[in-house]
């Protein structure tokens, strides 16, 4: 393989905040490493189709703070065909790219493999709300996703305490069970139900409710994971089988919006700079994870085999904090 001179970079999958702190990082990183950086647009879709530019130091201002993402995502159907994949590794070499930087999840990085396969060095950063990505201990955006929904949810238990009732709060996730699990403690919820660990209605959610009811409490929360759905039947449930009367929330992209937090800005800009410097010395096809606490990175194929359960000691954690 020669020299790695220019790379790209794109976002592609579900926008998350700290993606434009990430891409700061490799455009700036990158061009004081030597490097030029040509920012792709749209994703995948973007490659395929051309949209991409230089980047310099100033088209990356004033956009630390910002969140969703400068570069823009999509999905693209035709980069899932072999095809598709080919003529994205031809058009990257045709604009002098020599390497790709991919910003998002686990779809993202099977598309990089792709690449990798066609002969073209690529290294991804994990970026998704959902915290879903195997091979991390974090993903870009988890923080800050945690915090907005922190917040709507407190300020349903103040109307829920108004009224002495019971809230249903539906987070994203998609199949996983991180931003419940997380905002179930952080809000104090009484029930919090993910899909990796399955329920009864009976023993796990109304017992619970009944029990606290009998223990004094009047008003109460429920943290329901996108991956199991249904918020507005379990509310009804909820309010036909203990009396209580009971309301659904779906917090939805609100969740997937807003300022990054330090932590998304701090672990976005190390992520970037690791990216980068993997590059330059050489290594690619490998995803920069956070592991042991630490930046490092992994062969991408590993990576996408690895699994992260969901930890045992949250949901113990949970369980008894809503006591
Ligand atoms: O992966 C991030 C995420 O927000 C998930 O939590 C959710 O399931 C999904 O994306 C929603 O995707 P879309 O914005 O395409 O509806």
Redesign the pocket.
Known sequence: MNEIKTIGVLTS??D?PGMNAAIRSVVRCGIGLGLRVMGIKKGYRGLINGEIEEMTLRSVSDMLQRGGTILQTARCKEFTTEAGVKKAAEVARIFGIDALVVIG?DGSFRGALDMSRHGFPVIGIPA???NDIGCSEYTLGFDTALATAMEAIDKIRDTAGSHDRCNVVEV???NAGYIALDVAIATGAEVVLVPEIPFDMAEDVIKPLIDARNRGKKHYIIINA?GIGNSEKIAREVEEKTGIETRATILG?V??GGSPSVTDRVMASHMGFHAVELLVKGEYNRVVVKKDGKITSMDIEEALATKKPLPDRGIAVAKLLSL
């Open positions: 999958g579900g998350a999840g998704t709300i959902d994203m996730g998609r996108e992209h969740q997937r």
